[in-house]
C-alpha cells in the first residue's frame, strides 16, 4: 500500500473500500482549509491484525482514522482508551492518535444518526425496527433510547432482543413506525436489493431511515415512499458524524 506521506495522516480503516465517502470529504475539506500538509488515505485491510503494521510505519504523521465496515467492533482490542459512549455502544467509528501514539476510540455515528433523525419524529415514534445486528446498528440502537424510542433488532437469526424477518407480521410493522435498514441491501451497484419485511403494512405514520446514500433514494425508501412514508438516507448522518470527528481529531 503506497501511501503519500504528509505530516497529518487521517484515514478510513475497512475492507474493500475501494471508494469511500470518508476519504472525498475530508479531502475536499483539507482543500477548503488549505491544509496542505494533511492528507486522508484509505487502509483498506483484509484482516485487522495488519493494523499493527500500518501504525508503527505511519507513527510519525497519523493523527486519527475513521472505522467502517467490518471492523468497527474488531478494532476495540488494539485501543489505549475507549470514550465512554463508545464502550456503552460496544463499537468504535472514529480513532484519535495522540502525540505519544496512544490510540483512544469514539463513537460518532450515535451523533450523526440521532441528529438526522431527530427532526422527522413526533409522539407516536415509540419504537422502532433496526434491520441488521453490525457495528453500526448499535450506534443506532444507543441513539434510539437516547430518543426514548424502544428499538428491537431484525436479522436472519433469533437471540436475546433480535428478531427474525419471519416475525414481521402486521402487528409488528404497525407497532414499530420506525425502521432502520442497517444492512448492505440496496448499495450501488446492487440497487434492486432491499431487506425482506412486508412493506405492505407500511403507512404515513412511519420514518424509513437507510444507513447506504448511494443510490440516495434505495428501493427500500422507495417501498416506503410509496406507501407514504417519511424517508431518509443516510448522507446527512455521514456529514454529521465526520465533522464529529473532525472536531474530536483538532481537540487539544
Known amino acids: ?14 475492507r474493500n473500500i475501494s471508494y469511500s465517502f470518508s476519504r472525498g470529504y475530508f479531502g475536499e475539506k483539507f482543500k477548503e482549509l488549505d491544509l496542505k500538509d ?10 485487522i491484525n495488519e493494523l499493527s503494521k500500518v501504525i508503527i510505519e505511519k507513527k510519525n504523521s497519523l493523527r486519527g482514522f475513521n472505522v467502517t465496515i467490518p471492523y468497527k467492533e474488531e478494532v476495540i482490542p488494539f485501543l489505549d482508551k475507549i470514550d465512554k459512549k463508545a ?9 484519535k492518535v495522540s502525540k505519544s501514539g496512544k490510540l483512544k476510540g469514539y463513537n460518532t455515528d450515535y451523533f450523526g444518526f440521532k441528529n438526522s433523525l431527530s427532526p422527522f419524529l413526533g409522539k407516536e415514534h415509540k419504537k422502532a425496527l433496526i434491520l441488521g445486528t453490525g457495528g453500526a446498528s448499535k450506534a443506532v440502537a444507543f441513539a434510539l433510547k437516547s430518543l426514548d424510542i424502544t428499538p428491537t433488532f431484525v436479522s436472519r437469526k433469533t437471540s436475546d432482543n433480535v428478531i427474525t424477518y419471519q416475525d414481521l407480521n402486521e402487528e409488528v410493522i404497525k407497532e414499530n413506525l420506525v425502521i432502520v435498514n442497517c444492512t ?17 403494512f407500511i403507512g404515513e405514520s412511519h420514518i424509513l431511515y437507510d444507513l447506504i446514500y448511494n443510490p440516495s433514494k434505495t428501493l ?6 410509496s406507501k407514504g412514508a417519511q424517508i431518509k ?16 481529531w483538532q481537540k487539544k
Not at 500500500?1 to 475497512?14: A, H, P, Y
Not at 448522507?235 to 458524524?241: C, D, G, S, V
Open 1 to 14: 500500500m503506497v501511501i503519500e506521506e504528509k505530516s497529518n495522516l487521517f484515514g478510513l480503516l475497512g
Open 184 to 200: 448492505p441491501l440496496g448499495t450501488h451497484p446492487n440497487v434492486g436489493q432491499a431487506p425482506d419485511i412486508p412493506y405492505d
Open 233 to 248: 438516507n443516510g448522507l446527512e448522518m455521514l456529514e454529521l458524524q465526520a465533522e464529529k470527528a473532525w472536531e474530536i
Open 87 to 95: 464502550a456503552a455502544i460496544g463499537a468504535v467509528n472514529t480513532v
Open 38 to 47: 494533511y492528507s486522508y488515505v484509505n487502509f483498506d485491510l483484509q484482516d
Open 220 to 225: 427500500f425508501l422507495q417501498k416506503g415512499e
